[in-house]
């Protein structure tokens, strides 16, 4: 047990080797998190090492090849709406730090922020602007300033803005009908 590794993903499989043809087993782990490393820091940690004492075996041994350096995460973006745009906000903004930059464009009043974070230590921000009539338009994103490999900030619609309620209507009672 290691135990500053946080969350990871192990897969073992059958790995052929050229003695005799038996075969071995290799193993593929990947890192999400460490402990004590903040949340959403997602860094390239330092390599592991195999203590052979305990292999059992003619030939017992262990190799270790990193395939993919990690990459810290870090920087920022802004949001675009309309021909606005908000300050920098940083990668790991909370939500109040979302809700405050949009809060400071022109055009939206009322904005509630949550943020999850997910699975690998990246952030989902769910922005809902409740003083808006009709559709506000898709916003847009600039990741120019985000650090990290394939680091990018995605915005996706999950409900159009709708027109208010408009129109006249009728009430009925007992027969008597209002104009």
Request: glycine residues 10%; aromatic residues 10%.
């Amino acid at each position: 047990s290691l135990n500053n590794v946080g969350n990871i993903s192990v897969t073992r499989f059958e790995w052929p080797n050229n003695f005799a043809h038996k075969t071995g087993f290799a193993w593929t782990i990947t890192f999400f998190s460490m402990h004590g490393e903040p949340s959403g820091r997602l860094s390239d940690w330092p390599m592991l090492n195999i203590d052979y004492q305990s292999l059992a075996g003619t030939r017992a041994q262990g190799t270790v090849v990193e395939e993919k350096k990690g990459s810290l995460l870090g920087g920022g973006y802004s949001i675009l709406f309309a021909q606005l745009e908000t300050k920098l906000i940083p990668f790991n903004a909370t939500a109040d730090d979302v809700k405050h930059a949009l809060s400071e464009l022109s055009g939206i009043e009322e904005v509630d922020v949550s943020r999850e974070t997910t699975v690998n230590g990246t952030f989902r921000w769910l922005c809902t602007f409740s003083s808006a009539v009709g559709d506000i338009g898709m916003l847009r994103v600039n990741n120019s300033a985000l650090t990290g490999e394939h680091s990018y900030v995605e915005i996706t619609s999950l409900s159009n803005g709708t027109d208010p309620l408009g129109g006249s209507f009728k009430l009925a009672f007992a027969g008597d009908t209002s104009d």
